[in-house]
Nanobody, 120 residues
Framework: VQLQASGGGLVQPGGSLRLSCAAS????????IDWYRQAPGKQRELVAS???????SYAESVKGRFTISRNIHKNTGYLQMTSLKPEDTAKYYC???????????????WGQGTQVTVSS
C-alpha cells in the first residue's frame, strides 16, 4: 500500500487549499483517515479525522474552517482548508488505517507530507 499526498502550497491569509491523500495497492477497506500537521519546532498535532461511518472530528483551532472528506471509490481522503491563517503553516501528513485485501490485516500508513505555507 502506498499513499500520495498532494495539494500543498503557498497561499495568502484568508485563502484556501485542498489537500488530497490517495491510497493505492492492496486495499480492502479504509477504516479511518486522519490529517496531522507539524510546524517547525512543534509536535505533530491531529487536525481532523473521518471514520468509516463518515463521522468527523476536528481540532478546536480548525473547526469551522477545515473540512475532512473522503471518496471511497477513489481510495482518497481530502482536507479542504479555508480562511487560512499564518498559524496554519506546517507540513501536513495523512494517516490511513487500512485493511489490506491480500491478507486482511489492518495497518496504519503515513503519507509523505505536503507543505502548507500561509503568508502575505
Amino acid at each position: 500500500v502506498q499513499l500520495q499526498a498532494s495539494g500543498g502550497g503557498l497561499v495568502q491569509p484568508g485563502g484556501s487549499l485542498r489537500l488530497s491523500c490517495a491510497a493505492s495497492g492492496y486495499i480492502f477497506r479504509i477504516n479511518a483517515i486522519d490529517w496531522y500537521r507539524q510546524a517547525p519546532g512543534k509536535q505533530r498535532e491531529l487536525v481532523a479525522s473521518i471514520l468509516i461511518d463518515d463521522s468527523t472530528s476536528y481540532a478546536e483551532s480548525v473547526k469551522g474552517r477545515f473540512t475532512i472528506s473522503r471518496n471511497i471509490h477513489k481510495n482518497t481522503g481530502y482536507l479542504q482548508m479555508t480562511s487560512l491563517k499564518p498559524e496554519d503553516t506546517a507540513k501536513y501528513y495523512c494517516n490511513l488505517d487500512i485493511t489490506r485485501s491480500d491478507d486482511y490485516t489492518t495497518t496504519n500508513y503515513w503519507g509523505q507530507g505536503t507543505q502548507v505555507t500561509v503568508s502575505s
